[in-house]
């Protein structure tokens, strides 16, 4: 199917350059975030630091800004921050992944990257069939598929995709998200001596396991790893309740810690925690980098949640990546740090130090703009504090409820949603402010909020409401 591959992907370049005059023009193109070039983009995939340099992939639409037939775009990194555009990486050209080339990830092996990804395909009467595949590379750029490793064991419906791959010991190992035919949202684990052949261990997490009950139709893009002595799951569950505060999205992402046996395949673990509490992050992916650091992309959005009403779309183009992650681990909780190579962007800084804050839409002299990295430190709030983005975002501290909100205008009216988490003494604020996006890092990243937004692109102002006193930094950008 050679043919057909090499035609999708001209078809997809050719939509690029038909429409790039387009997309250019959007005033909410991101600067320092990754996005398409054309079309829909959602998961990012195939994370891997590979012979000195980063690469990432992402599912990608290339044909509308809506779901559908899921190429591999791609694009690597020397430092995190300047990303080359590399070819297309994979194309939905083959009976096992004619409707899609689905979510999945990257191993280097003997010098090659290997690629495991979930072939989608649907007969004509929308039924559903799911493969596991392979895709082989010499240089980590141009790929050869060489088709279904897996087909799908019984006991899970076709929802069954997003393999994740890592080596334990002599072994390798890879995780799945799936749906038992009780229609249950599971994690599912096998083995391999080989990458070709591998072994049903069975589900490690999910409904009916350990303490969680009733937990999701569907689990989404499993990603386990070791941290120190403890071992992490981040999953993406469809189907959760709202529950005050949590599970406030569409979907919900979030992790486990605990310790696996790879020998029983029993995974102990505690409580499920929600890993951003923002409008827009879903199926993260980490890896491993030179640096013995575990860095983490997220994707900036959420499907099903009024994908069309982005503005972007009348540009030819929808969704972004989260800025690139460092997780930590401390007392049993991830801490999410952007990292530090990000000081890179770093130009011309202000700054207040030792600044009372009494008032409601205080301006401080040159902290406005399009896009920056704000800093507060040493904050104490006396009753309330906010900040107001550019009069389409909000991010409020309310010490005395122990509760920080992030709100944002609606795409498709002026009224503001608000998300919130449960956090006492806040002490520091990192923001990542871009064209249409924010970021916020609470206490060295304790809790994350992330959000797409649209305010007047004309407008820069940020003002400060309330009774606090802090340090503050804000630097523009180098682009």
Request: hydrophobic fraction near 35%.
């Amino acid at each position: 199917m050679k043919d057909q591959e090499n035609n999708l992907i001209r078809k997809a370049y050719e939509e690029i350059k038909k429409k790039q005059h387009l997309v250019k023009k959007d005033p909410y193109r991101l600067k320092f975030h990754i996005m398409p070039p054309v079309g829909l983009l959602n998961d990012p995939n195939g994370w891997i630091d590979y012979k000195g340099r980063y690469h990432l992939f992402y599912q990608w639409n290339p044909f509308k800004t809506a779901h559908g037939a899921k190429f591999w775009g791609h694009y690597s990194s020397v430092d995190l921050v300047h990303w080359e555009t590399e070819p297309i990486a994979l194309a939905p050209s083959d009976w096992y992944d004619k409707n899609g080339c689905y979510s999945g990830s990257a191993i280097e092996h003997q010098g090659k990257m290997y690629l495991f990804y979930t072939g989608n395909v649907k007969d004509d009467n929308g039924n559903r069939e799911t493969y596991q595949c392979l895709a082989i590379s010499d240089d980590g750029v141009t790929f050869e598929k060489h088709g279904p490793v897996i087909h799908l064991p019984e006991g899970y419906t076709a929802h069954f995709r997003d393999p994740k791959v890592w080596k334990h010991g002599d072994q390798w190992f890879m995780i799945i998200g799936a749906q038992t035919v009780e229609e249950k949202g599971v994690a599912v684990l096998f083995s391999s001596k080989d990458l070709w052949n591998w072994n049903h261990i069975g589900p490690i997490a999910g409904n009916g396991l350990q303490q969680l009950e009733d937990f999701g139709y569907m689990w989404e893009c499993p990603d386990l790893f070791s941290m120190g002595d403890k071992d992490v799951l981040i999953v993406s569950p469809q189907g959760l309740e709202p529950k005050g505060d949590l599970y406030q999205n569409i979907f919900q992402t979030g992790y486990l810690v605990g310790k696996l046996d790879y020998q029983s395949g029993v995974f102990k673990h505690g409580s499920f925690i929600e890993l951003d509490r923002g409008f827009d992050f879903y199926a993260p992916q980490s890896t491993l980098d030179h640096k013995g650091r575990r860095i983490l992309f997220g994707w900036m959005g959420m499907a099903d949640n009024e994908e069309n009403a982005h503005p972007t779309v009348q540009h030819e183009w929808v969704h972004a990546l989260t800025l690139p992650r460092e997780l930590v681990l401390q007392n049993n909780k991830l801490y999410q740090k952007p990292v530090s190579e990000l000081t890179m962007l770093r130009d011309e800084l202000h700054s207040f130090p030792d600044y009372k804050l009494e008032g409601d839409h205080v301006a401080l002299p040159g902290v406005d703009g399009i896009i920056m990295e704000l800093n507060i430190d040493q904050l104490q709030v006396d009753e309330k504090f906010e900040i107001q983005f550019r009069h389409a975002a909000i991010l409020q501290i309310h010490p005395k409820i122990n509760k920080v909100s992030l709100g944002r205008k609606k795409f498709n009216s002026t009224d503001y949603e608000y998300r919130h988490c449960s956090i006492s003494n806040v002490g520091s604020l990192d923001v990542y402010l871009d064209t249409s996006s924010i970021e916020v890092f609470i206490n060295g990243g304790e809790e994350v909020f992330s959000a797409r937004f649209y305010p007047d692109p004309e407008n820069e102002e940020i003002l400060f409401s309330g009774k606090a006193e802090f340090h503050l930094k804000k630097w523009d950008l180098k682009i």
